[in-house]
């Protein structure tokens, strides 16, 4: 009998050593032990942050997509480049477009207070993502914790590995596929532009020239785009809702009112993803709950756990 237990314990002590190094495993209880406030500072702070500027939301949610898709979640966009170091804010991507850098360096700093060198900044980055998008009245989600950040970030994986506006169909269906993510998600996490803003150059060829663009839609856009000239004025992807996380990216999509090249070819690139666009069109609940499962799966792209990484001080530089 003792040897019977002995062999037990001893089997589920292995099992949880394989667990945490070969398979870790993310999950929403991750601090609860050792940082139990998280969840309410980054809320709190988000909170703040929003009241201020709503379109802070979608661009921190950006962060996390552009995160997510270089070498996983693993806070790499968020390392600045220094001396030979070069990060992800300089490329293609990122440049000029990508904010919200502050706004995780402020929660950090409350979560440092807090709970000192516990809490990694993949994992703030992820709650900040999810309370943004509640806050402007999306869903909301049970975030899997127990990311480290990165002591790497790679430019030309930024450059090469996040999909450009101009793409068409095939090329994003292929660079989500890459990320282990379907048709499905690409055309359910699309409709994060039910909130934020874009830069007049990266709609400017499809208002300009392209057929398939709602005619009033196009002479509206074009007063602050010009054929040249103001390459960063900005205008709201959603035509009517623009900081309102709601479905009706979707409607504008059958209307073609989308914004990106990018965005229409959803609905007017063939593909069996048409019914889908029509579906969220009709039904809100459903695009929130498909959001919602979606970008839990985006959260899970290739994480460092274990002692894989590190729990980053500071969000910009590693340790
Ligand atoms: C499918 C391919 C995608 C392309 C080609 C694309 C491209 C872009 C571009 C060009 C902008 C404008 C950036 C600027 O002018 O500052 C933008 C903004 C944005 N993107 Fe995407 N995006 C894609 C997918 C996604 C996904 C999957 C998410 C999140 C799940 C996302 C979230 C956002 C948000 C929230 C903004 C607004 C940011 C702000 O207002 O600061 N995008 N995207
Ligand atoms: C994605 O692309 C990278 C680099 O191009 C490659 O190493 C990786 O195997 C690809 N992943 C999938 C799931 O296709």
Redesign the pocket.
Known sequence: MATLIKFFVTLSIFSLLACSTINAQLSPNFYAKTCSNLQTIVRNEMIKVIQKEA?MG??I??LF?HDCFVNGCDASILLDDKGTFVGEKNSGPNQG?A?GFEVIDTIKTSVETACKATVSCADILALATRDGIALLGGPSWAVPLGRRDARTASQSAANSQI???S?DLST?TRMFQNKSLTLND?TV??G??T?????CQ?FRNRIHNEANIDRNLATLRKRNCPTSGGDTNLAPFDSVTPTKFDNNYYKDLIANKGL?H?DQVLFNGGGSQISLVRKYSRDGAAFSRDFAAAMVKMSKISPLTGTNGEIRKNCRIVN
């Open positions: 379109r979608a661009s949610l950006r997509f477009s904010r999909p450009g506006p793409s994003l690409l996490l699309s994060a532009h909130i934020g803003q874009t830069e990266f990106l990018s």
